[in-house]
Nanobody, 128 residues
């Protein structure tokens, strides 16, 4: 497992943007498959985005075209750029890592159980 620390959350108005970062402590970070999940009050945690070690990306349908996931292997960091934010995006956002080297498809990486390390989360609040 690795240590993950999220930052960049906060409060923003509808239509605004936020940039979440996730700093990972482990090596070799470049081989990890990384994801972002979120949990809104009273709801289950849900998949948001994923980036493989190769740079290939996956997104939940509700964020396509609005959110962008990227990684900087030199800085051991994954970034979630969130634009055109909506009230429904209000949630705690969690960074997750899979360090096992296991490969999988879209459904596999949308499942929380396939990630072995999690951050503490960062709050995102979108107001109207």
């Amino acid at each position: 497992q690795v240590q993950l620390v999220e930052s960049g959350g906060g409060m923003v108005q509808v239509g605004g943007s936020l940039r979440l970062s996730c700093a990972a402590s482990g090596e070799p970070f470049s081989t990890y498959n990384m994801g972002w999940f979120r949990q809104a009050p009273g709801k289950d945690r849900e998949f948001v985005a994923h980036i493989r070690w190769s740079g290939y990306t996956l997104y939940a349908d509700f964020v396509k075209g609005r959110f962008t996931i990227s990684r900087d292997n030199a800085k051991n960091t994954v970034v979630l750029q969130m634009d055109s934010l909506e009230v429904g995006d209000t949630a705690i956002y969690y960074c997750a890592a899979s360090t096992t080297g296991v490969s999988g498809g879209s459904y596999y990486w949308s499942q929380q159980r396939n990630y072995d390390s999690w951050g503490q989360g960062t709050q995102v609040t979108v107001s109207s």
